[in-house]
C-alpha cells in the first residue's frame, strides 16, 4: 500500500481557499500513482469554531461530493482527514473515507474533544469506532487528540486493522508527545501508523508539521518537515503478520483483567 501524507497549511476560516488547495494537493499526490491520500483534520476551516455556524460543512456535503469526485477521477482512496460539519443544529469533527470509486466507506465523528483549543465548548462529540477495508485491506482512523486514548485505539486495532491513519492540528509546542505517542500506538498495535497533522498558524497556535509513517515496530519510514508538503511512503503490509507472528500481543492479552 503506497500512501500520500498531504501537510497543508490549512487557511484559518476560509472553506473556499480550502477546497481548492485540497483539489491541487489531491491531484498532485495522485500522479505520484498512490493507494491512499490522507488530509489534516479540519482542513476546511482550521479551528475556526467562533464561526462554526457560517465556515462549517453544512451536512458534510461540499467535502463528499468533492472527494468522491476526486477518488474516482485519479482511483485513488481518500482518507479525507477531517473537516468541520454542520448537522441537526450540532457542529462536528468529522471524518470522511472514501474509497477509489467514490463510495464513503466510513465516517467518524471525533471522540474525544480537546478542551485545550475549546473543542468542548463548539464541536459535539461523536461516539461510533471507525473501522473499514480499503482495497480489502482492513484499516481504522482518529483524530488528534484521540491518540491519547489507547484504549480506544486498542478497542478498535483489536478487530484486525493493520493500518491506523491519524488526522491532526497538532501544535508544536507538543511536537515530541506527538512523535512518541504515535510510535507507542503502532509497538501496542503492531500496526503501521499513517499520521498527517498541519503546519502553518492560527490565531492561538503554530504548528509543526512532522507528519510521520511508522511501521509495526515502531521504526520511522517518513517525517515530514515543518513546510507544507507532500510525504509518501510504501506499507508492506505483510511485516504486520511478521510482527504479530513472533511476539501475539493479541491473542496474550487477558482482557478479563482489565
Ligand atoms: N487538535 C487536537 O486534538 C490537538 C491535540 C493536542 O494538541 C494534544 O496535545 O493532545
Known amino acids: 500500500m503506497r500512501v500520500a501524507l498531504a501537510q497543508l497549511d490549512i487557511q484559518f476560516g476560509d472553506p473556499d481557499a480550502n477546497y481548492q488547495q485540497v ?28 464561526r462554526l455556524n457560517v465556515v462549517a460543512d453544512d451536512d458534510g456535503q461540499r467535502t463528499r461530493q468533492l472527494l468522491s469526485k476526486l477518488a474516482r477521477q485519479f482511483r485513488v482512496n481518500i482518507v479525507g482527514g477531517s473537516v468541520a460539519v454542520a448537522r441537526d443544529g450540532h457542529y462536528y469533527n468529522e471524518m470522511l473515507v472514501i474509497d477509489r470509486h467514490g463510495q464513503l466507506v466510513s465516517q467518524y465523528d471525533k471522540v474525544h474533544r480537546f478542551g485545550l483549543m475549546a473543542e468542548d465548548r463548539y464541536i459535539t462529540a461523536g461516539a461510533t469506532e471507525n473501522v473499514f477495508e480499503l482495497d480489502d485491506v482492513a484499516a481504522m482512523g482518529v483524530i488528534c487528540y484521540d491518540i491519547r486514548f489507547p484504549e480506544w485505539l486498542r478497542k478498535q486495532a483489536a478487530q484486525g486493522p493493520r493500518v491506523i491513519f491519524v488526522s491532526a492540528e497538532w501544535p508544536t509546542q507538543r511536537q515530541m508527545q506527538w512523535r512518541l505517542l504515535l510510535q507507542a500506538r503502532a509497538i501496542e498495535n503492531q500496526a503501521f501508523v499513517v ?26 519510514l517518513a517525517i515530514g518537515g515543518a513546510h507544507p508538503q507532500l510525504i509518501t511512503a510504501t506499507l508492506d503490509l505483510a511485516q504486520v503478520e511478521r510482527v504479530r507472528g513472533q511476539i501475539p500481543v493479541f491473542e496474550d492479552r487477558r482482557p478479563e483483567l482489565y
Open 23 to 50: 483539489e491541487v494537493a489531491i491531484q498532485r499526490a495522485a500522479e505520484q500513482t498512490v493507494d491512499v491520500i490522507v488530509l489534516p483534520e479540519m482542513w476546511n476551516t482550521g479551528y475556526a469554531l467562533t
Open 195 to 220: 499520521a498527517v497533522n498541519r503546519v502553518g498558524s492560527d490565531p492561538d497556535n503554530q504548528f509543526g508539521g512532522q507528519s510521520l509513517v511508522i511501521d509495526p515496530l515502531g521504526d520511522l
